[in-house]
T-cell receptor, first 113, second 114 residues
Framework: SQQGEEDPQALSIQEGENATMNCSYK?????LQWYRQNSGRGLVHLIL?????REKHSGRLRVTLDTSKKSSSLLITASRAADTASYFC?????????????FGTGTRLQVTL | EAGVAQSPRYKIIEKRQSVAFWCNPI?????LYWYQQILGQGPKLLIQ????????DSQLPKDRFSAERLKGVDSTLKIQPAKLEDSAVYLC????????????FGPGTRLLVL
């Protein structure tokens, strides 16, 4: 089952603008991760935020996590055409000997020139 | 460092046929995952190996899907017999160990069942 629901499902912006994607989830987590998937390719890990963190930065990426609201957001600043891809949030839960990632439904980002 | 390798990249079969996918994880990665990604959805975990042992196969349709990871390195995922709804991209990922949060994904195998 899909743990995360992402919003919006699709987003179209112009190069140089900022893009914000939101993710909501249902159960307790150890951490939340964001991945990018270019068309026809595998997923690439972008950033991880732990359950006791509220904000994290990596280059042009900023992630926030609100565990009380069970939600996260990914901000991409000064977007580029190369940022065009699908973005997925994934929640991680450690259960005994397994660490399980559950992915959301994804946001398709289109950055135009 | 070489990434996760998968083959074949594409496969077209008819329903009720069998198919197998192969994955070679990043060298030294103890944990290996198989995901199914249906068009328009996020990946869904099918099975997770720690070395050559299964630690989670709760979402694997065991009546038709099987997977093995002999010697704790390469892995194969098999579907027998295939159904139309098995059309999807099958992604393999690996991580250094369980609890090491970052997973590294291969390019996937795109399966079309006619």
């Amino acid at each position: 089952s899909q743990q995360g629901e992402e919003d919006p499902q699709a987003l179209s912006i112009q190069e140089g603008e900022n893009a914000t994607m939101n993710c909501s989830y249902k159960t307790s987590i150890n951490n939340l991760q964001w991945y990018r998937q270019n068309s026809g390719r595998g997923l690439v890990h972008l950033i991880l935020i732990r359950s006791n963190e509220r904000e994290k930065h990596s280059g042009r990426l900023r992630v926030t996590l609100d565990t009380s609201k069970k939600s996260s957001s990914l901000l991409i600043t000064a977007s580029r055409a190369a940022d065009t891809a699908s973005y997925f949030c994934a929640t991680a839960r450690n259960t005994g000997t397994a660490s399980k990632l559950t992915f959301g439904t994804g946001t398709r980002l289109q950055v135009t020139l | 460092e070489a990434g996760v390798a998968q083959s074949p990249r594409y496969k077209i079969i008819e329903k009720r046929q069998s198919v197998a996918f192969w994955c070679n994880p990043i060298s030294g990665h103890a944990t290996l995952y198989w995901y199914q990604q249906i068009l328009g959805q996020g990946p869904k975990l099918l099975i997770q190996f720690q070395n050559n042992g299964v630690v989670d196969d709760s979402q694997l349709p065991k009546d038709r899907f099987s997977a093995e990871r002999l010697k704790g390195v390469d892995s194969t995922l098999k579907i027998q017999p295939a159904k139309l709804e098995d059309s999807a991209v099958y992604l393999c990922a690996s991580s250094l160990m369980w609890g090491q949060e970052t997973q590294y994904f291969g390019p996937g195998t795109r399966l079309l069942v006619l």
